[in-house]
């Protein structure tokens, strides 16, 4: 009983390659506001989004260590590229339960669509590693999947233009194509890209719903705790940051994400 | 005599975060044609502009080492950012000469300007760096600098967005303000901006002289290398590419930068 209740109260570990993440990881809060949070930002390799598998996963593994040594009980994949290129391989090396966003995305997607045509927009890795489409077929066959990545949306997010006429025209160009294909729900396949949901919710009307997976994510987040019987029962969460480069820029910028102030942020080298 | 042949038929070495560098290689191959060249894309950390100095150090120094391993006779960092923050590093643990992009931009805006008014465009990490203003000041302290970093020219670039009305926008609302402080000279201080010459050129007038420092690099590495007496003398130089990551998106995208076909690049772990 003891030792389960330790592992009850050990903290939730989650990783990105920089700050997207902390839009699951506010919404896994505003969720559980009891749970221990661990955060990883790898800021000195971001971005995944145009980068290998192979090189992906090997910084997911050696971040997967890092929170493991760090006694987290889940470990949540916050970042699209590497839910995509690194899930199954980080589940037969770790012996604690992982989580990435692709299902918990294309769950909520496929509950939403009523036409069955659902767009996906994410970065070159996401988009080429045709991941939604693919979970979405295994779950239901019917539905039509329209895919383009973004390259733009995640500079101009960290640049914080998020609302600028710029970023309107540069919205309008990479969307026309699948606003074409009628689709009626849109998915956000980058954890950066819920900071442009309202630029992206103007340009493309309201008959398309936007489904960012970070709800969708703290939801799947709080079952699989529950069925493992691991929810923490006491306390406020605590939140440790932790980020491989530039622990002051992650602390400004990343405040934005977290939609709450970041006080501490510890630099690791893995 | 033999050994100081052997050295002068030693490969250049050259580096970059990713593609940019080869606009430097393509300026040294078309001045010194018989010169090999090895040219290193460090494609799984690229963009170093955002990242911090001790980070983009330690990349510089081991691809430095992996260098000096293929029997370069020379090192030049054909990245802004790495230049600023890695050179003197670099010449203290290497015992071959080593030469950055700073330097020789400085000199050709120094020997451009006619009012003293110096612009400096570039990434987050140049900028912040102060590098092309200090190295101005101590060559010449009457100039005036006036900086301004571009964040998404590098990801314009990299998405091949060279001439497009958003990308004209952008370049508007970044150069505005170095503009209106009528500088007569402007320095491109990021190996990817010369693919943006001719939009910059357009935006801000032809009487603002536009200094890539590739060319001005390319000349101070001959010079280097005659002072070294270190110049091949016969042949066709040869050219090896090696990346850190994606080998097939570097030689898609690398002919771009270098105005030559790439056919073949290998992939090395660090």
């Given at each position: 009983?003891?030792?389960?209740?330790?592992?009850?109260?050990?903290?939730?570990?989650?990783?990105?390659?920089?700050?997207?993440?902390?839009?699951?990881?506010?919404?896994?809060?505003?969720?559980?506001?009891?749970?221990?949070?661990?955060?990883?930002?790898d800021s000195a390799h971001v971005p995944y989004g145009s980068k290998s598998k192979k090189v992906v996963t090997d910084f997911a593994v050696k971040i997967s260590k890092f929170l493991i040594k760090n006694n987290v009980k889940i470990i949540v994949i916050a970042c699209n590229t590497a839910s995509a290129f690194s899930l199954n391989t980080l589940k037969k090396i770790v012996n604690i339960?992982?989580?990435?966003?692709?299902?918990?995305?294309?769950?909520?997607?496929?509950?939403?669509?009523?036409?069955?045509?659902?767009?996906?927009?994410?970065?070159?890795?996401?988009?080429?590693?045709?991941?939604?489409?693919?979970?979405?077929?295994?779950?239901?066959?019917?539905?039509?999947?329209?895919?383009?990545?973004?390259?733009?949306?995640?500079?101009?997010?960290?640049?914080?233009?998020?609302?600028?006429?710029?970023?309107?025209?540069?919205?309008?160009?990479?969307?026309?194509?699948?606003?074409?294909?009628?689709?009626?729900?849109?998915?956000?396949?980058?954890?950066?890209?819920?900071?442009?949901?309202?630029?992206?919710?103007?340009?493309?009307?309201?008959?398309?719903?936007?489904?960012?997976?970070?709800?969708?994510?703290?939801?799947?987040?709080?079952?699989?705790?529950?069925?493992?019987?691991?929810?923490?029962?006491?306390?406020?969460?605590?939140?440790?940051?932790?980020?491989?480069?530039?622990?002051?820029?992650?602390?400004?910028?990343?405040?934005?994400?977290?939609?709450?102030?970041?006080?501490?942020?510890?630099?690791?080298?893995?």
């Open positions: 009983m003891h030792e389960n209740n330790l592992l009850k109260n050990n903290p939730i570990g989650i990783f990105d390659s920089g700050f997207g993440g902390l839009t699951v990881m506010s919404a896994i809060s505003k969720l559980m506001p009891k749970e221990d949070i661990i955060y990883f930002g339960p992982v989580i990435g966003v692709i299902k918990p995305g294309s769950v909520s997607a496929i509950n939403n669509t009523k036409n069955n045509k659902i767009g996906v927009i994410g970065t070159e890795g996401t988009i080429k590693s045709d991941a939604y489409p693919k979970q979405i077929k295994k779950l239901n066959k019917k539905i039509q999947c329209y895919s383009q990545s973004c390259q733009l949306f995640v500079p101009l997010v960290e640049e914080g233009w998020l609302n600028s006429e710029v970023t309107n025209k540069i919205i309008k160009i990479y969307l026309k194509d699948i606003v074409a294909k009628n689709i009626d729900t849109l998915i956000l396949g980058c954890t950066h890209y819920p900071l442009l949901k309202k630029s992206i919710q103007k340009i493309i009307g309201n008959k398309i719903k936007i489904v960012d997976s970070a709800t969708a994510v703290a939801d799947s987040v709080k079952s699989l705790l529950e069925k493992n019987n691991l929810i923490k029962q006491k306390g406020i969460g605590k939140y440790k940051f932790f980020v491989s480069d530039s622990p002051e820029k992650f602390k400004n910028l990343g405040s934005k994400f977290l939609g709450n102030r970041i006080n501490k942020v510890v630099k690791v080298e893995l």
